[in-house]
């Protein structure tokens, strides 16, 4: 009785060890082939078709059956055909064989894989990190910043990302002032998502002049084209984007923060309002001696561009109410913004609160919000104007030699400050004021308002005095203690303007050089 078990036992082993052998002849043949380059991707497919799963269902239930009624029949046959015997051995020697190797090789390409893994994760960390440094390079409000994008992202970007960024520069990562900037990315994790692809979590470090300043969450999306690495996609924090909304009306379209991060610091007329106006850029400042007064007119740079700043500050149970006007040239036009903030008094908290109040108010920085504002404000007409500023963009981007030679007749027409600002170049940081065209030319800001402006103060017996230089400078100190600096069309025009201003305004004295 045990003898009969035993053969049983025996025989079904044998059976067993056959079955698998017949994998291990698949793993002999597969595996290697598969190690050294070919591709069983079709087979891969084929396997996991429904014919190939119950084709294999039912192979396993009839060698199941076999192992359990098919003692008699296995015996007679290898009885009868001795010489498979031989074979058998042969087949599952082979078979253990290929468990062998395949599981061996498996295990080997399990390493490599791995290894590979870890040098395409230190590639991909090298692409992100090198592109995070330079980020600053490139000024999204830049006239060159379609140039810049090729010059400083070329080498990181995917093509289509690269395309897509230079047709809109908004959708691009930048610095978009001078006082703040992003100075690199840290990556958080990096997850493998396809073969050749991987998805890399971080933020991206902004800083200032004292330090960093904030972080910003990012995903960006990193694919192996032939031996490179290349960003295919971008995106920010979702919670970045729903800061700024976007706005039209009237033909104009602009985008703006829906509210400030500030918790002493409230918007009360918002969003701002948008105006597109003909016209030269002109500040007449308020005197220092004055800034104390409740309407304070200033010019600023923010980040090369200049800004006519109106200020108009009321006092209302403990707090202050502040009317803004931005006024700053561009495409040939003067574009102003306009906006009511609300201060909390820092004076009404407690130490606690005063303190952080007024390290909100410290750290505030409007100038870099409105000037990110004024850089979205589009027209129905922005490109189609006829302005020397459109007609220099349009040629200035352009390689081929007979626009670059159309833009150097039209640079000949900038000739003074103001026809600079007016064409959209950047505003060097100095005082005063200075101009700089992309062929190296520079001119100083010699005056602060128009002509009209300055005709309209003679005509309004507004004027005290008045000095005249030989260069057509003309400066009138009103009575208020404000002045105008104008350039008069011709020599002596104002000295024969404030003579025919006598009989009603008086006489007011004048001085030449």
Same mark, same amino acid.
């Given at each position: 009785?045990?003898?009969q078990?035993?053969?049983?036992?025996?025989?079904?082993?044998?059976?067993?060890?056959?079955?698998?052998?017949?994998?291990?002849?698949?793993?002999f043949?597969?595996? @290697?082939?598969?190690?050294?380059?070919?591709?069983? *991707?079709g087979?891969?497919?084929?396997?996991?078709?429904?014919?190939?799963?119950? $084709?294999?269902?039912?192979?396993?239930? /009839?060698?199941?059956?076999?192992?359990?009624?098919?003692?008699?029949?296995?015996?007679?046959?290898?009885? &009868?055909?001795?010489?498979?015997?031989?074979?058998?051995?042969?087949i599952?020697?082979?078979?253990?064989?290929?468990?062998?190797?395949?599981?061996?090789?498996?295990?080997?390409?399990?390493?490599?894989?791995?290894?590979?893994?870890?040098?395409?994760? +230190?590639?991909?960390?090298a692409v992100?990190?090198?592109?995070?440094?330079?980020?600053?390079?490139v000024?999204?409000?830049?006239?060159?910043?379609?140039?810049?994008?090729?010059?400083?992202?070329?080498?990181?970007?995917?093509?289509?990302?690269?395309?897509?960024?230079?047709?809109?520069?908004?959708?691009a990562?930048?610095?978009?002032?001078?006082?703040l900037?992003?100075?690199?990315?840290?990556?958080?994790?990096?997850?493998?998502?396809?073969?050749?692809?991987?998805? /890399?979590?971080?933020?991206?470090?902004?800083?200032?002049?004292?330090?960093?300043?904030?972080?910003?969450?990012?995903?960006?999306?990193?694919?192996?084209?032939?031996?490179r690495w290349l960003?295919?996609?971008?995106?920010?924090?979702?919670?970045?984007?729903?800061?700024?909304k976007?706005?039209?009306?009237?033909?104009?379209f602009?985008?703006?923060?829906?509210t400030?991060?500030?918790k002493y610091?409230?918007?009360?007329?918002?969003p @701002?309002?948008?105006?597109?106006?003909?016209?030269?850029?002109?500040?007449?400042e308020?005197?220092?001696?004055?800034s104390?007064?409740?309407?304070?007119?200033?010019? &600023?740079l923010?980040?090369?561009?200049?800004?006519?700043?109106?200020?108009k500050n009321?006092?209302a149970?403990?707090?202050?109410?502040?009317?803004?006007?931005?006024t +700053?040239?561009? &495409? $040939?036009?003067? /574009?102003?913004v306009?906006?009511?903030?609300?201060?909390?008094? %820092?004076a009404?908290?407690?130490?606690?609160?005063?303190?952080? %109040?007024?390290?909100?108010?410290?750290?505030f920085?409007?100038?870099?919000?409105?000037?990110?504002?004024?850089?979205?404000?589009?027209?129905n *007409?922005?490109?189609?104007?006829?302005?020397?500023?459109?007609?220099?963009?349009k040629?200035?981007?352009?390689?081929?030699?007979?626009?670059?030679?159309?833009?150097?007749?039209?640079?000949?027409?900038? +000739?003074?400050?103001d026809s600079?600002?007016m064409? $959209?170049?950047?505003?060097?940081?100095?005082?005063p004021?200075? %101009?700089?065209?992309?062929? $190296?030319?520079?001119?100083?800001?010699? +005056?602060?308002?128009?002509?009209?402006?300055?005709?309209?103060a003679?005509?309004?017996?507004?004027?005290?005095?008045?000095?005249?230089?030989?260069?057509?400078?003309?400066?009138?100190?009103?009575?208020?203690?404000n002045?105008?600096?104008?350039?008069? @069309?011709?020599?002596?025009?104002?000295?024969?303007?404030?003579?025919?201003?006598?009989?009603?305004?008086?006489?007011?004295p004048?001085?030449?050089e």
């Open positions: 009785m045990k003898e078990i035993k053969q049983k036992l025996k025989l079904r082993l044998k059976i067993a060890g056959f079955i698998l052998s017949l994998v291990g002849w698949f793993l043949v597969v595996v @290697p082939l598969e190690f050294v380059g070919i591709n069983f *991707s087979l891969e497919s084929f396997f996991k078709t429904q014919v190939f799963k119950w $084709g294999l269902k039912i192979f396993v239930i /009839v060698a199941l059956i076999f192992l359990i009624k098919g003692q008699n029949i296995s015996e007679g046959f290898l009885e &009868r055909y001795k010489w498979f015997k031989g074979a058998l051995k042969v599952l020697w082979i078979g253990a064989v290929g468990w062998v190797i395949g599981l061996g090789i498996y295990f080997l390409q399990l390493n490599t894989n791995n290894i590979n893994q870890q040098a395409d994760e +230190t590639d991909v960390k992100v990190v090198n592109f995070g440094q330079v980020l600053k390079n000024s999204l409000l830049s006239p060159t910043v379609v140039e810049d994008i090729e010059a400083n992202y070329k080498d990181f970007l995917d093509p289509s990302l690269l395309a897509q960024w230079k047709a809109d520069p908004s959708k990562l930048g610095r978009l002032t001078s006082s900037w992003p100075e690199s990315i840290e990556i958080g994790s990096i997850n493998r998502f396809g073969s050749g692809a991987y998805d /890399v979590s971080g933020k991206i470090i902004d800083m200032t002049s004292t330090g960093m300043a904030k972080s910003r969450a990012v995903q960006i999306g990193v694919v192996k084209f032939g031996d960003i295919t996609e971008v995106v920010i924090s979702q919670e970045e984007k729903e800061l700024w976007e706005h039209s009306g009237n033909g104009i602009f985008q703006y923060p829906e400030l991060t500030t610091i409230s918007t009360q007329e918002w @701002p309002t948008i105006k597109i106006e003909s016209g030269n850029f002109s500040c007449i308020t005197p220092q001696e004055k104390s007064m409740l309407e304070i007119t200033s010019q &600023r923010v980040d090369n561009r200049i800004y006519c700043v109106n200020i009321e006092g149970l403990g707090s202050v109410y502040s009317s803004y006007v931005y +700053t040239p561009k &495409r $040939g036009k003067l /574009v102003s306009s906006f009511v903030l609300h201060y909390s008094n %820092c009404n908290y407690d130490k606690e609160q005063n303190q952080a %109040c007024t390290s909100e108010r410290e750290a920085d409007l100038d870099t919000t409105v000037d990110r504002i004024v850089q979205t404000v589009k027209w *007409s922005i490109l189609s104007e006829n302005t020397l500023a459109n007609q220099i963009a040629y200035l981007v352009s390689s081929r030699s007979e626009d670059q030679e159309k833009c150097d007749e039209l640079l000949k027409q900038i +000739t003074d400050f600079c600002v064409a $959209g170049f950047s505003i060097l940081k100095s005082n004021a200075q %101009c700089q065209t992309i062929d $190296g030319r520079t001119f100083i800001q010699e +005056t602060n308002s128009t002509w009209e402006q300055a005709l309209s003679v005509n309004n017996c507004e004027v005290e005095k008045a000095f005249q230089t030989h260069s057509r400078i003309v400066t009138l100190t009103l009575k208020n203690g002045k105008l600096i104008a350039k008069e @069309p011709q020599i002596d025009d104002i000295i024969n303007i404030i003579r025919a201003t006598e009989s009603k305004c008086g006489k007011i004048i001085g030449t």
